[in-house]
């Protein structure tokens, strides 16, 4: 329905070969980008500070290269954007294409599930028991070489950390990977979660409450035991990838490592906490959080919706140990406005985990698309292979009970030949087989920490449409497909409602049954009557969908306008339907994807403000570019957001 003009404008070819490897290092990876073409060298001073964000936004927003910045005032060299674009992330992972990936796992789940009759198939099924033991992570002795140079004192401002965006709270390690273990079974867990930097030997450990890390952090509550923790920084770029991944509770996300690097993850004990991490890792920063103490408050920051997250109460980490290898490379990277160079993060999570979600819970998933316009969470595409009415219910229920995806707010279920990686056949497809009277469900449930159009911190509706072909059980009446409508007349609804400031119906001509448009709210429940209003004049009959936006938005650019709305509706609280007058008719839908106040919607909490950079910053790289090595000048994509921007800081006015 509304997934038009956001993969296609995302080259997914690689023109790369199949590497299949473990890289040595982080050293190792960066040499790597560099002999392929895909690595920039500035040699030039940049400023952690907000302005390696500002080079590194222009050029991620253009697929641009890796960049290695070699002079941050700092004894160390940052790297960034190193996975952000699709052959590098294929790069990271040794593989050329992401579906190698998924159709190994496919094979090996095959291989050792299929029925095993006689004691020659047991035989055949031993190469793939001793290939995963060699997966396995294994301790060795000594030091690594992540050890090879202890900081006598230890003092995280002499990294060059950067403070991404103006309105963050402080300088924000982000590309940490967490070592933490469960106090009662030792199990170990790897995860993702930024830190922000207080003091010399004090960051913030920004660990959400549905992760498993602040559920390590409970059990040690009740023991009243300090909890270790390590953090490293680079190594073999799977790491981070490794991460990041939705892995089940238990799953050491070093086995996925192993697997994908196909050799086993070599690690060794931290010098002050009880804990094993990489022996090629660029940096360690040891240290513990003490459940007796009071929380810091830490925040805002810039996150990956785009907006700000907003200032809260986490755990304090204090750092006992900081080590690194000599010649030691900062990885970091920035997160905003998409793309960014997590959406190929991401890329990489839903290719290879579509192969286990297929075999061991949704079988009859073909495809699955999480667009980057939803930021993960926000929107996801999937494809099956129908056999019965309401599967695509049986989906969507199935997949909002698998790990991560509960958080999923808005997921569309597709079938038939579409080519979901397809955007305008794929939004053409779901605008021809969707009825909004019919094909809806509803729900609650957990949301994503970082979703502010939640009435309810984290707790907020869904929405699931099925947009399958219907059998006939299934249909409320009439089927009624997009058609095109290549001519609509937009002057005479802007003059009947004035506060409509603009239309955008350029979709209609391509058989896509949606209008987005921006209108100036100016009481309660404004929305909801306009569109009533709107949908029961006659131009409107063939029209399915409205999306209503704020006028600050620019609803020509369909993918920015797809990304506002996907972060700013609640689907439950924020649809209004528009049931059709008989089984002949067709039903209408109109989303309220404006920003939330008290004023006009009893909106209570605090919404953030999206993402720019200042002025001054922009005006500085723009004078710095001729000494980048980075070519022909890219705007700043600031220049457009900066026009977008509520009044304000991190919390909007």
Same mark, same amino acid.
């Given at each position: 329905?509304?997934?038009?003009?956001?993969?296609?404008?995302?080259?997914?070819?690689?023109?790369?070969?199949?590497?299949?490897?473990?890289?040595?290092?982080?050293?190792?990876?960066?040499?790597?980008?560099?002999?392929?073409?895909?690595?920039?060298?500035?040699?030039?001073?940049?400023?952690?500070?907000?302005?390696?964000?500002?080079?590194?936004?222009?050029?991620?927003?253009?697929?641009?290269?890796?960049?290695?910045?070699?002079?941050?005032?700092?004894?160390?060299?940052?790297?960034?954007?190193?996975?952000?674009?699709?052959?590098?992330?294929?790069?990271?992972?040794?593989?050329?294409?992401?579906?190698?990936?998924?159709?190994?796992?496919?094979?090996?789940?095959?291989?050792?599930?299929?029925?095993?009759?006689?004691?020659?198939?047991?035989?055949?099924?031993?190469?793939?028991?001793?290939?995963?033991?060699?997966?396995?992570?294994?301790?060795?002795?000594?030091?690594?070489?992540?050890?090879?140079?202890?900081?006598?004192?230890?003092?995280?401002?002499?990294?060059?950390?950067?403070?991404?965006?103006?309105?963050?709270?402080?300088?924000?390690?982000?590309?940490?990977?967490?070592?933490?273990?469960?106090?009662?079974?030792?199990?170990?867990?790897?995860?993702?979660?930024?830190?922000?930097?207080?003091?010399?030997?004090?960051?913030?450990?920004?660990?959400?409450?549905?992760?498993?890390?602040?559920?390590?952090?409970?059990?040690?509550?009740?023991?009243?035991?300090?909890?270790?923790?390590?953090?490293?920084?680079?190594?073999?770029?799977?790491?981070?990838?490794?991460?990041?991944?939705?892995?089940?509770?238990?799953?050491?996300?070093?086995?996925?490592?192993?697997?994908?690097?196909?050799?086993?993850?070599?690690?060794?004990?931290?010098?002050?906490?009880?804990?094993?991490?990489?022996?090629?890792?660029?940096?360690?920063?040891?240290?513990?959080?003490?459940?007796?103490?009071?929380?810091?408050?830490?925040?805002?920051?810039?996150?990956?919706?785009?907006?700000?997250?907003?200032?809260?109460?986490?755990?304090?980490?204090?750092?006992?140990?900081?080590?690194?290898?000599?010649?030691?490379?900062?990885?970091?990277?920035?997160?905003?406005?998409?793309?960014?160079?997590?959406?190929?993060?991401?890329?990489?999570?839903?290719?290879?985990?579509?192969?286990?979600?297929?075999?061991?819970?949704?079988?009859?998933?073909?495809?699955?698309?999480?667009?980057?316009?939803?930021?993960?969470?926000?929107?996801?595409?999937?494809?099956?292979?129908?056999?019965?009415?309401?599967?695509?219910?049986?989906?969507?229920?199935?997949?909002?009970?698998?790990?991560?995806?509960?958080?999923?707010?808005?997921?569309?279920?597709?079938?038939?030949?579409?080519?979901?990686?397809?955007?305008?056949?794929?939004?053409?497809?779901?605008?021809?087989?969707?009825?909004?009277?019919?094909?809806?469900?509803?729900?609650?449930?957990?949301? %994503?920490?970082?979703?502010?159009?939640?009435?309810? @911190?984290?707790?907020?509706?869904? /929405? !699931?449409? #099925?947009? $399958?072909? +219907?059998?006939?059980?299934?249909?409320?009446?009439?089927?009624?497909?997009?058609?095109?409508?290549?001519?609509?007349?937009?002057?005479?609804?802007?003059?009947?409602?004035?506060?409509?400031?603009?239309?955008?119906?350029?979709?209609?001509?391509?058989?896509?049954?949606?209008?987005?448009?921006?209108?100036?709210?100016?009481?309660?429940?404004?929305?909801?009557?306009?569109?009533?209003?709107?949908?029961?004049?006659?131009?409107?009959?063939?029209?399915?969908?409205?999306?209503?936006?704020?006028?600050?938005?620019?609803?020509?650019?369909?993918?920015?306008?797809?990304?506002?709305?996907?972060?700013?509706?609640?689907?439950?609280? %924020?649809?209004?339907?528009?049931?059709?007058?008989? @089984?002949?008719?067709?039903?209408? /839908? !109109?989303? #309220?994807? $404006?920003? +939330?106040?008290?004023?006009?919607?009893?909106?209570?909490?605090?919404?953030?403000?999206?993402?720019?950079?200042?002025?001054?910053?922009?005006?500085?790289?723009?004078?710095?570019?001729?000494?980048?090595?980075?070519?022909?000048?890219?705007?700043?994509?600031?220049?457009?957001?900066?026009?977008?921007?509520?009044?304000?800081?991190?919390?909007?006015?």
């Amino acid at each position: 329905m509304c997934t038009c003009h956001i993969i296609k404008r995302c080259p997914l070819t690689t023109g790369s070969k199949s590497v299949t490897m473990a890289y040595k290092n982080l050293k190792h990876f960066i040499d790597t980008l560099e002999q392929a073409g895909e690595l920039v060298r500035i040699k030039a001073y940049v400023n952690p500070e907000l302005e390696m964000t500002e080079i590194t936004d222009r050029v991620s927003k253009k697929y641009g290269p890796a960049l290695l910045f070699e002079n941050t005032g700092y004894d160390f060299p940052v790297l960034i954007n190193s996975m952000g674009n699709y052959r590098r992330m294929c790069m990271a992972l040794g593989v050329e294409n992401m579906d190698d990936i998924t159709r190994e796992i496919e094979q090996l789940f095959k291989s050792l599930t299929s029925p095993k009759n006689s004691f020659l198939d047991k035989l055949k099924s031993l190469p793939q028991l001793s290939q995963i033991a060699s997966w396995m992570p294994k301790v060795v002795s000594g030091r690594g070489a992540c050890q090879e140079v202890v900081m006598h004192t230890p003092d995280i401002t002499k990294l060059p950390v950067l403070k991404c965006w103006p309105e963050d709270g402080g300088k924000f390690i982000t590309l940490p990977v967490i070592h933490t273990k469960d106090p009662n079974t030792g199990i170990r867990n790897v995860g993702m979660y930024r830190m922000q930097v207080f003091e010399p030997t004090l960051t913030g450990m920004h660990w959400h409450k549905h992760k498993v890390s602040a559920r390590h952090f409970q059990e040690y509550k009740k023991l009243g035991q300090k909890m270790p923790v390590a953090v490293i920084l680079g190594g073999d770029p799977v790491y981070t990838y490794a991460a990041t991944a939705p892995l089940p509770d238990g799953i050491d996300e070093y086995v996925l490592a192993g697997f994908l690097r196909k050799k086993k993850v070599e690690l060794v004990q931290c010098l002050t906490q009880d804990i094993q991490v990489p022996a090629d890792a660029d940096f360690v920063i040891e240290g513990y959080v003490d459940p007796s103490e009071d929380f810091i408050w830490e925040g805002p920051f810039g996150d990956h919706t785009g907006y700000y997250s907003l200032a809260d109460w986490y755990p304090k980490f204090h750092i006992t140990a900081i080590t690194h290898r000599q010649q030691a490379v900062y990885p970091a990277t920035i997160v905003g406005i998409p793309p960014q160079e997590d959406a190929w993060i991401g890329k990489a999570t839903e290719r290879i985990f579509l192969a286990p979600i297929k075999m061991s819970m949704v079988p009859e998933i073909v495809d699955m698309v999480l667009p980057m316009e939803g930021v993960f969470h926000n929107l996801v595409i999937v494809k099956i292979k129908k056999d019965y009415a309401g599967q695509a219910t049986k989906v969507m229920n199935a997949l909002w009970g698998a790990g991560q995806m509960m958080f999923t707010k808005m997921m569309i279920v597709v079938d038939g030949d579409v080519d979901i990686h397809d955007n305008e056949a794929v939004a053409r497809y779901i605008s021809a087989h969707f009825d909004a009277e019919s094909d809806i469900l509803y729900t609650n449930g957990p949301m %994503d920490v970082l979703d502010h159009a939640c009435t309810k @911190a984290a707790f907020g509706g869904k /929405i !699931g449409i #099925d947009a $399958t072909r +219907k059998l006939p059980e299934e249909q409320r009446g009439t089927q009624h497909s997009a058609t095109e409508q290549a001519v609509f007349d937009k002057a005479p609804i802007k003059t009947l409602f004035p506060e409509i400031k603009e239309i955008n119906d350029q979709l209609l001509s391509m058989g896509i049954s949606l209008l987005f448009m921006t209108v100036e709210k100016n009481r309660k429940h404004h929305i909801e009557e306009l569109n009533t209003q709107l949908f029961a004049l006659p131009e409107m009959e063939r029209v399915k969908c409205i999306i209503y936006l704020e006028p600050l938005i620019d609803i020509n650019d369909i993918a920015d306008a797809v990304w506002r709305f996907s972060n700013n509706v609640d689907p439950k609280r %924020d649809a209004f339907l528009i049931k059709a007058r008989d @089984a002949q008719s067709m039903s209408h /839908i !109109g989303f #309220d994807g $404006t920003k +939330k106040t008290k004023i006009y919607d009893d909106f209570e909490r605090d919404w953030p403000n999206i993402l720019a950079s200042l002025p001054e910053t922009i005006q500085h790289i723009d004078v710095l570019w001729h000494q980048l090595g980075l070519g022909e000048f890219i705007p700043s994509p600031s220049l457009k957001y900066q026009q977008q921007l509520y009044q304000g800081g991190a919390v909007a006015r």
